[in-house]
């Protein structure tokens, strides 16, 4: 609520602006409410829906699902609801920024997101999330901290005439490299002869799944919905290469000014 709040209050002072520039990814910045609205909705229904008890209590492949939402749909969304947002007056928090820049520039944050995403799913760690609730938050908080550092070089949001931009090709290549451990660890979880975590082989069933049913199923979501979603993300920006820059510039040009008027 807090967040939905601030970009309300963002919105009404003119800090996230019609003049914007987000020919990046869309036509019109009328379309980033709606991203930011999407976003949100998804991080609810992770964390507050059937999604989460059934996860927590009972089936390892509704754990995934959240995990997904919470790292790969929820970020960009929320991401895109602020494209082409200018950034803070830079003689502010430049320690911050610094650590800021260095984390988010895509191979590092590439590095960090799959890192995070992997130990998380050692058995005993994972294990732990589910029996010991301050470190199944602190999973839940830096999997969405991870999503928002790796989707950000991908949807590159704040920007003004001194930001280095990330170029198309260097997006596309940090996406399909990051989706090789994915494909890899759901490829286990589905190929696997035996279930790895025992919270899951020990709780109850649903739907009929057994432990080693449901990992595999838990498998599949990984390895096809990740792949799917990096996909997607990789068709945009390749059709945005695809259309004409001068007259996406132009466009943007005519919106700042109409603005600035």
Request: aromatic share 10%; with cysteine; net charge positive.
């Amino acid at each position: 609520m807090a967040l939905a709040g601030a970009y309300v209050i963002a919105l009404r002072r003119g800090v996230l602006a019609a003049g914007d520039d987000v020919t990046p990814w869309f036509r019109s910045a009328r379309l980033r409410p709606l991203c930011f609205g999407a976003g949100m909705i998804v991080a609810f229904l992770a964390l507050q829906s059937p999604i989460d008890r059934g996860g927590d209590e009972f089936l390892f492949s509704l754990h995934m699902t959240q995990h997904l939402l919470l790292m790969m749909v929820a970020p960009p969304l929320v991401l895109l609801g602020i494209c082409g947002a200018r950034p803070l007056a830079r003689v502010r928090y430049r320690a911050a920024r610094r650590a800021w820049w260095a984390a988010t520039r895509p191979w590092p944050a590439l590095v960090i997101f799959n890192a995070v995403m992997l130990v998380w799913h050692v058995p005993s760690l994972y294990d732990s999330t589910l029996t010991v609730e301050p470190v199944h938050i602190l999973e839940h908080i830096s999997f969405i901290a991870v999503g928002v550092i790796f989707w950000w070089p991908v949807v590159d949001p704040i920007r003004d005439s001194r930001t280095v931009t990330v170029t198309p090709l260097t997006k596309i290549a940090i996406l399909v490299v990051s989706g090789i451990p994915t494909t890899v660890l759901g490829l286990i979880f589905a190929l696997a002869p035996n279930p790895f975590y025992d919270f899951y082989v020990r709780a109850p069933r649903l739907w009929g799944l057994s432990p080693l049913g449901d990992q595999q199923v838990g498998g599949v979501i990984m390895l096809g919905a990740s792949n799917i979603i990096f996909f997607v993300a990789i068709a945009i920006i390749f059709m945005r290469m695809l259309s004409d820059p001068a007259r996406d510039e132009e466009e943007a040009a005519q919106r700042l000014a109409g603005a600035v008027r």
